[in-house]
């Protein structure tokens, strides 16, 4: 069975580069009590591989608690991670026994033949939301351990409003009842955000199409429905409702005015939601509202996962550090890097987030996916600066089928 994994392997990768990883750290560490694993696991080096340094502190405090177990946390410096990790593989004596994943990536780690079922003993619904299982799925089956996300959510000035909007029509309402006063005079504008930032404003039609099916792995994309076309029309009202500029509503423009005051609702992205807490600012967090009560919102999460290399040479020992990694010391990974956890047990801590994050809908995993999230940029800008919204429907419709008709 390995001799067919490597031929299948070497014949997509081949041509590859080996490129070099470097060693981040290597100490002894153990694998939590809790973990069914424990004791197979305890004399048994584990190598981790990852990208993210931000993710270094995290490795490191596990890392502090010193025990029978040998983990070594090597972050990969690469061009292409999961190409550097199958040719790993399938030459090398010590390949990877566990790796972290973007799980928009999935698909093309599951025809690299690097992705090892896991099942739902961990990774079921009494312990993530439907959205983490549905980022660690793929042709219905579970091949990764939720770890953490980011997503967008509305944050709004408790010096100004109580208002935790269900649906945008309340803020609206605000507005329209809003008085100047000496508390508020330096409030710029009610509600601001980037108009221009694809991954916020997708939440927008979300709710409204089911492109890639549940779990983001299928091949049928229809967006052009009365639904959709309903919710762009009041995305694209919001412009003149609030007065929001494309070239002047930046980003970071919105977060610096938030955390100085002079906003009272804003949307950002969940990894910024510290520096609003450094600025002292007295906030609240709601999901992004939604459009009526039978048109929803649903905001664009990325997702990452543990995931245990087949090739490994002790699967036992990789999943203990896979459910180590992932689960059972998921409730430090907020305080040392900044970073949520998708674990639902660790909610209490961030209760509005996680509330927003069950809502939202994972980046897609299929490779064939071409321009869909760029395209999307191109027709939310058109539709917000008064562009026609069946024509920029047509257009991605039309761009997708030609995707899928090049395979």
């Avoid at 060693?23 to 190598?47: F, I, L």
Wanted: charge should be negative; proline fraction near 2%; charged fraction near 25%.
């Amino acid at each position: 069975m390995k001799d067919l994994k490597c031929k299948r392997l070497l014949a997509i990768f081949l041509g590859l580069t080996l490129t070099t990883v470097t060693a981040c750290s290597s100490s002894k560490d153990e694998v939590n009590e809790n973990s069914s694993d424990n004791a197979d696991a305890s004399n048994s080096k584990v190598t981790v591989y990852y990208e993210d340094k931000a993710l270094s502190p995290y490795f490191e405090y596990i890392n502090q608690k010193s025990g029978s177990a040998v983990y070594d946390y090597i972050q990969a410096d690469s061009d292409d991670y999961i190409a550097d990790i199958a040719y790993n593989s399938t030459v090398s004596d010590n390949p990877c026994d566990v790796f972290i994943l973007n799980c928009a990536d999935m698909e093309k780690a599951y025809y690299a033949a690097i992705l090892e079922e896991v099942g739902t003993t961990i990774v079921n619904t009494d312990n993530y939301a439907k959205s983490a299982i549905q980022s660690v799925t793929y042709k219905n089956k579970i091949y990764g351990y939720p770890l953490i996300f980011s997503t967008s959510v509305m944050v709004y000035n408790k010096a100004y409003t109580t208002l935790e909007p269900q649906y945008f029509t309340q803020i609206e309402d605000f507005a329209n009842n809003y008085e100047v006063t000496e508390n508020n005079a330096q409030v710029q504008s009610i509600l601001s955000w980037d108009t221009d930032d694809s991954f916020i404003n997708y939440a927008f039609v979300a709710g409204s199409i089911n492109p890639f099916g549940v779990n983001g792995d299928s091949e049928n994309v229809s967006i052009n429905n009365e639904e959709v076309k309903e919710a762009l029309a009041y995305y694209q009202s919001l412009n003149s409702l609030f007065y929001m500029e494309l070239d002047d509503d930046t980003y970071d423009r919105c977060l610096e005015q938030f955390r100085n005051g002079a906003l009272c609702y804003t949307i950002l992205r969940t990894q910024d939601l510290k520096a609003v807490e450094d600025s002292g600012i007295d906030y609240g967090i709601v999901p992004v509202p939604d459009i009526s009560d039978t048109i929803q919102t649903k905001s664009l999460s990325n997702n990452y996962c543990v995931v245990i290399n087949p090739y490994s040479k002790n699967k036992t020992a990789a999943k203990a550090a896979a459910e180590h990694i992932a689960y059972y010391y998921a409730d430090k990974l907020y305080e040392v890097t900044g970073d949520y956890s998708c674990v639902k047990k660790n909610s209490s801590e961030y209760e509005q987030v996680y509330r927003a994050y069950e809502k939202s809908v994972p980046v897609a995993k299929i490779m064939n996916i071409g321009d869909y999230y760029t395209d999307w940029h191109i027709a939310l800008y058109n539709i917000w600066s008064g562009g026609n919204i069946e024509e920029n429907l047509t257009m991605i419709e039309d761009d997708m089928k030609a995707q899928f008709e090049k395979k």
